[in-house]
């Protein structure tokens, strides 16, 4: 039996009542045509890349298959290796020396002092500059030569502005 059109009843031709009930004529067409919702989910320097936003798009997303993989662990602090202790002396590295019987351990304070801010050897300029080109997704040595500077300044602007909140 051959299907039919559920809006005007006219026989729908075998390959396209495969995906499709309604027929193509104009009221058929408007009454029953759904959009698509699209989305982005990647870019690079040639292109967008887009994807039709069905159950199995919408799983990837929510699983992060489609997550910018330079940005996982970049300026974070999760997963970072200790800093090794340096300084000089016997004593250098092996943490505070025992206290002795003459000498009672210091108490704790409730609060340390505040430390003063390190002054910072890049300008605004430079810093608002490699956050507008790290949020277009540039890395660290891509940014470093756009600006003139090394590539560690720029790791160090980021991370500054990761630290005071602002990425």
């Not at 058929?28 to 982005?40: D, F, I, P, Y």
Request: proline share 8%.
């Amino acid at each position: 039996m051959a299907e039919r059109c559920i809006t005007c009843g006219a026989e729908l031709h075998p390959e396209r009542a495969r995906k499709y009930n309604y027929c193509m004529s104009k009221e058929c067409q408007e009454k029953n045509a759904k959009g698509l919702t699209m989305v982005a989910v990647g870019m690079n320097k040639a292109a967008e890349e887009f994807m039709i936003l069905d159950e199995d798009t919408r799983a990837d997303l929510a699983s992060g298959k489609y997550r910018d993989q330079r940005r996982t662990s970049f300026g974070t602090s999760e997963g970072a290796a200790p800093r090794p202790v340096t300084g000089s002396g016997k004593d250098a590295g092996d943490g505070p020396p025992a206290p002795s019987a003459r000498t009672a351990p210091r108490p704790v304070r409730a609060r340390p002092r505040p430390r003063p801010a390190p002054a910072r050897p890049w300008t605004s300029k430079q810093e608002r500059l490699a956050l507008l080109y790290n949020e277009q997704g540039l890395r660290p040595a891509e940014i470093a030569q756009k600006l003139g500077v090394s590539s560690w300044l720029v790791t160090q602007i980021i991370l500054a502005a990761k630290n005071r909140g602002k990425l």
